[in-house]
Nanobody, 121 residues
Framework: EVQLQASGGGLVQAGGSLRLSCAAS????????IGWFRQAPGKEREGVSC????????YYAGSVKGRFTVSSDNVKNMVYLQMNSLKPEDTAVYYC??????????????WGQGTQVTVSS
């Protein structure tokens, strides 16, 4: 059973940093795309990043490129989203997701419980 659990959210001032963690189980990283999505109140869900481990490639949304970085620890089955230079518009619930069929900016098959990130101005 695929399970994903995001953590590490919190309240931070604009310009600050946070690192989100995603604990994954039930699948092999190399066989799945792993993505981060976010959803702010009243807004549509947005794909933040997507990683294809087998290709060692990560795609980033334009809104976060250069500020957010994905890394992983395949031994611990952990994925991390390092978020720097945070802006109030980054405020959202962040979700860790996975899919055996590759990346999509719209949706991935498996979703974990989200973690709230709030950036104050």
């Amino acid at each position: 059973e695929v399970q994903l659990q995001a953590s590490g959210g919190g309240l931070v001032q604009a310009g600050g940093s946070l690192r989100l963690s995603c604990a994954a189980s039930g699948f092999t990283f190399d066989d799945y795309a792993i993505g981060w999505f976010r959803q702010a109140p009243g807004k549509e869900r947005e794909g933040v990043s997507c990683t294809v481990s087998s290709d060692n490639v990560t795609y980033y949304a334009g809104s976060v490129k250069g500020r957010f970085t994905v890394s992983s620890d395949n031994v611990k089955n952990m994925v991390y989203l390092q978020m720097n230079s945070l802006k109030p518009e980054d405020t959202a619930v962040y979700y860790c997701t996975a899919d055996p069929h590759g990346c999509s900016i719209y949706d991935l098959k498996y979703w974990g419980q989200g973690t709230q990130v709030t950036v104050s101005s």
